[in-house]
């Protein structure tokens, strides 16, 4: 069987996701709170690590992305923690035959800083995922919206097997 066939027994998937600060909320990163640092917009809690997550694992299993899962525009997910998208992404998952192996996260953005708590987000979210989840973050040298300290983006890959 050629690894490109859609039988394939491993897949990957790479999701983005990306969201502007918004003081006026708490942040919410990597399934943690960030006390003292401005939040991120969106209709939910806007946690873009758990979001790009969402869309690689998604992705990988060729079952759409997190807008097919949980609409933006829904009422019940105003507010929601991004956290339960990922468990129902990976229950989506399971139920057509598939679990993770791994996932690896970049976040790209200015604040805050993120090495200090790496290990915690990184166990949270392997916790959450039930498999390895390396986060890694990195600054665009003052250049773009990331740069100017408008928000965050991430970039997520997922490797997934035939359970």
């Known amino acids: 069987m050629s690894i490109a066939s859609p039988d394939a027994d491993l897949r990957i ?10 003081p006026s909320s708490p942040l919410r990163l990597a399934g943690l709170d960030w006390p003292g640092e401005p939040g991120l917009s ?4 806007g946690d873009v690590v758990c979001h790009a997550m969402v869309d690689a694992l998604l992705s990988a299993a060729g ?5 097919g899962l949980v609409g933006v525009d829904l009422p019940e997910t105003a507010g929601a923690s991004s956290t339960g998208f990922v468990t129902l992404a990976l229950a989506r998952l399971s139920d057509a035959g598939w679990r993770p192996v791994n996932v ?5 953005g200015q604040h805050p800083k993120f090495s200090p708590r790496r ?3 990184e166990a949270r979210m392997s916790e959450l995922v039930g498999a390895p989840v390396s986060l890694g973050a990195t600054t665009s040298d003052h250049l773009g919206f990331t740069g100017r300290g408008e928000g965050i983006a991430a970039i997520a890959n997922a490797l997934i097997v035939r359970a």
Do not use: C
Not at 63 to 67: F, K, S
Not at 104 to 108: D, G, H, R, Y
């Open 13 to 22: 998937g790479t999701g983005v996701d990306v969201h502007a600060y918004d």
């Open 42 to 45: 969106g209709h939910s809690d």
């Open 63 to 67: 079952l759409g992305d997190i807008g």
């Open 104 to 108: 690896s996260v970049q976040l790209i």
């Open 119 to 121: 290990a915690e987000a």
